[in-house]
């Protein structure tokens, strides 16, 4: 399994980004998928996660301004992200569950997949 992430860059505040995360050897359609972040210094938060069925979960920090979303006949996750604040400044990676899970925690971090990450600069 690979996750590839792309879609990160520089932005000043109250500007957009969408950052994508293709998969193979995956189908992003099977189980729980979803984007956790890191910034220097700070422990690893859980942003956003989609269950098998298209159902969401958010972080509160980025409630009303991210949007979580895939594309099954593309293995893509996406990450719409408007609004954004220097807080959301980070690395963030796309991760996906190895297992059918019940209800997929925004936790994401937790999963077994992950990729390797795209980095996000707001000023």
């Known amino acids: 399994v690979q996750l590839v992430e792309s879609g990160g860059g520089s932005v000043q505040a109250g500007g957009s980004l969408r950052l994508s995360c293709t998969a193979s050897?995956?189908?992003?359609?099977?189980?729980?998928m979803g984007w956790f972040r890191q910034a220097p210094g700070k422990e690893r938060e859980g942003v956003a996660v989609i269950d098998s069925d298209g159902s969401t979960s958010y972080t509160d920090s980025v409630k009303g301004r991210f949007t979580i979303s895939k594309d099954r006949a593309l293995d893509t996750l996406y990450l719409q992200m408007n609004s954004l604040e220097p807080e959301d400044a980070a690395m963030y990676y796309c991760?996906?569950?190895?297992?059918?899970?019940?209800?997929?925690?925004?936790?994401?971090?937790?999963?077994?997949?992950r990729g390797q990450g795209t980095q996000v600069t707001v000023s």
């Open positions: 050897g995956y189908t992003v359609s099977t189980y729980c």
């Open positions: 991760a996906a569950s190895r297992e059918y899970i019940s209800y997929c925690p925004v936790e994401v971090y937790t999963y077994a997949y």
